[in-house]
């Protein structure tokens, strides 16, 4: 399976402010539909929330919850029964938040993330990453379009 963790964040890796996003980049939701479909994902309960509890069209998924259980998607109390539940898939993507991203950025093979150029007010951050730019991750793919930079790395294996 590759693990692909999917995010957008600010200059200062901010993610998410009151549990929402704290900016809307209609381009950005356009590129993550596109990547995304037809894929399986994974999130964590405030993003299943803020996805008002349903899943995307066109996408299964799993959520990570220790205090909710949902009737109708399958919801783990831990990473590992998560990933043992999802192991034949070819690819699961890492939806966030940032507490789900802390836990899995060590375990994934790849980064998809859009670097958006303003600075926002946030509370919830992705994971540093960028000190490990050419060591750990390579950049495998970049295209800028205004205030945005779709990039993709993928783990370094060698
Ligand atoms: N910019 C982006 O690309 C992006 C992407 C996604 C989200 N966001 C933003 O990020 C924010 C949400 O992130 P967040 O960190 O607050 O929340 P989150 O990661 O979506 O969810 C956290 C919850 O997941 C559950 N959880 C965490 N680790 C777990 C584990 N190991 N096993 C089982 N359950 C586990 C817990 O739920 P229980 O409390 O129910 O146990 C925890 O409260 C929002 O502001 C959202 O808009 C931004």
């Known amino acids: 399976m590759i693990l692909t963790l999917i995010a957008a964040h600010d200059p200062n890796l901010v ?18 539909k596109q990547t995304t479909m037809g894929h399986t994902l994974l999130m964590g309960r405030i993003v ?41 898939k070819e690819r699961v993507f890492v939806i966030g938040g940032g507490e789900i991203y802390r836990q899995t950025i060590n375990m994934a093979d790849e980064l998809i993330i859009t670097e958006i150029d303003e600075a926002y007010d946030g509370d919830t951050f992705f994971p540093e990453y960028r000190d490990q730019i050419g060591e750990v991750w390579k950049e495998k793919f970049r295209q800028e379009s205004g205030s945005l930079t779709f990039l993709k790395y993928v783990r370094n294996r060698s």
């Open 15 to 32: 993610i998410g402010k009151d549990g929402e996003l704290p900016w809307h980049y209609p381009e950005d939701l356009k590129f993550f």
């Open 48 to 88: 299943f929330e803020e996805l008002g509890e349903k899943l995307l069209p066109g996408r299964e998924g799993v959520v990570l919850s220790r205090s909710q259980s949902y009737p109708h998607v399958p919801t783990f109390s831990s990473i590992d029964d998560a990933l043992n539940h999802l192991s034949d």
